[in-house]
């Protein structure tokens, strides 16, 4: 089944989601690995170089798939929470997804904005690139960029993590479908 209805997750939206999922644990890992490597060390400035096109590039890509993904998501049925889970812990979850959306868009936007101060533009895997945003570099703002980007990055991984340690209390210890209809669509 290709659609959610609203007791199942249809295939296009559990596929969407899992390879956001690993996209983004991923660029937030090879973001954290770019940010270790020093562009001064000749040995180290190509591989930062080269992470830090891929990662611009991909950026983008995860820009263009939580587009994708809202409007999917947004236009058609979801399945909703079982009877047992309480009002508050709908609320959360509800403010949790709508946050995780907010900094999907957020944390490419900002990536974008800071190459853009920076005047280093994003390449798109040597297809084409993207307009700077900016006339000028301004590299004091470019910093400023980065440090919200950082803190975006700190707090989606420390969402992802609780997202993951909840669905998981949901599955071993409440022996609701919540974990398996992500997986299975059952």
């Not at 590299?139 to 669905?167: P, R, T």
């Amino acid at each position: 089944m290709l659609k959610n209805t609203d007791t199942t997750y249809g295939s296009l939206h559990r596929a969407i989601h899992w390879i956001m999922a690993i996209m983004i644990i991923g660029m937030i890992a090879v973001g954290m690995y770019i940010h270790g490597l020093d562009a001064d060390n000749p040995a180290e400035a190509p591989t930062k170089l080269a992470l830090g096109a891929l990662h611009k590039a991909t950026g983008i890509m995860v820009l263009l798939l939580v587009v994708l993904r809202a409007i999917w998501v947004f236009s058609g049925p979801r399945p909703g929470l079982p009877d047992s889970v309480s009002r508050w812990q709908r609320i959360v979850a509800k403010s949790l997804h709508h946050t995780f959306y907010l900094l999907m868009f957020a944390m490419p936007i900002s990536g974008y904005v800071m190459t853009s101060h920076a005047q280093k533009p994003v390449n798109m895997y040597g297809l084409f690139e993207l307009p700077m945003l900016f006339d000028g570099q301004n590299l004091e703002k470019a910093k400023a960029v980065f440090e919200v980007h950082e803190m975006l990055a700190e707090v989606l991984l420390a969402l992802i993590v609780a997202h993951l340690a909840v669905a998981l209390k949901h599955h071993f210890i409440d022996k609701d479908n919540i974990l398996r209809r992500m997986l299975t669509g059952n």
